[in-house]
């Protein structure tokens, strides 16, 4: 039975070294200053939102059709006429395929 307590206790000691071991490293790795590398041009982005609500708000804002709010930004009007251009295209791809489906043309036979 000795052989068996002696053991016990030294597993005991043991699994006690290694938590004090452990415990050492938590606590000498405080926390510290974090330092940011690649995402950092993400943190100290400017703040521009002022500048843009002023944009927004040019005007009044009872404006809808006149001086629609998705149009005052530089650059909205180009996403807008591309926008358009897609929603073009597919309604011509749909009427065109639409028309060979009901006069039956264009089959591969």
Request: with cysteine.
């Amino acid at each position: 039975s000795q052989p068996r307590e002696r053991r016990r206790a030294k597993e005991v000691n043991m699994f006690a070294a290694a938590s004090r071991h452990a415990a050492r490293r938590a606590a000498s790795r405080a926390p510290r200053q974090q330092r940011r590398g690649i995402v950092d041009w993400m943190t100290n982005y400017p703040d521009k939102i002022n500048e843009i609500k002023k944009v927004q708000c040019a005007g009044g804002t009872l404006q809808g059709e006149v001086n629609p709010t998705w149009l005052k930004q530089p650059g909205d009007m180009a996403v807008a006429l591309f926008g358009a251009a897609l929603v073009g295209y597919g309604s011509i791809l749909c009427s065109v395929g639409m028309y060979r489906l009901a006069t039956g043309k264009g089959k591969k036979d």
